[in-house]
Each structure stands twice: as structure tokens, then as C-alpha cells.
């Protein structure tokens, strides 16, 4: 099994989170469908993290999964 996380892209992707809505973060980098999860970590021993937005409002999600605030951006992805 190859490195995990895949880093799955380089600048993040904003998201128009919806309050009380449960969101599938991938951690794996593995999916196609970024920066959520289409279950393509099965048997690689990570894990998806799921979030729930309090407030209906824009976030920026992390694609290069090196961020130390996940699912959101901290600019990690400008030092790769």
C-alpha cells in the first residue's frame, strides 16, 4: 500500500456547508470525488472524519490533507 495521505491536490476547495449537515472529510487522499470521502480508504486502515457545521456558511477544505486544523485549510499546501 502506497504512502497514505495522498496528497490529492494543492490549494483548497471551497465548500458551502449547510447547518446540522454531516460531511464525509477524506483523510486519505485516495478519493475522487474531493475533498469528500468515497470510501476509497476501505482496507488501508484510515478513516474518514465526519463534521457537522453548527451555522450554514462557506469553509475552505484541505485537499493536500497536511493540514494540522482538519478538515480546513491552514496553508500547509504552500509549503509542499
Known sequence: ???LP???GTAP???EAEAGKTYAWCTCGL????PFC?????DS???N????????????LCTCKQTKNPPYCDG???AL
Open 38 to 42: 468515497n470510501g476509497a480508504h476501505r
Open 13 to 15: 476547495v471551497k465548500h
Open 76 to 78: 500547509s499546501h504552500k
Open 49 to 60: 472524519l465526519k463534521v457537522t457545521e453548527e451555522e450554514s456558511k462557506d469553509v475552505w
Open 6 to 8: 495522498k496528497i490529492a
Open 1 to 3: 500500500m502506497e504512502d
Open 31 to 34: 478519493s475522487d470525488k474531493q
Open 45 to 47: 486502515g484510515m478513516t
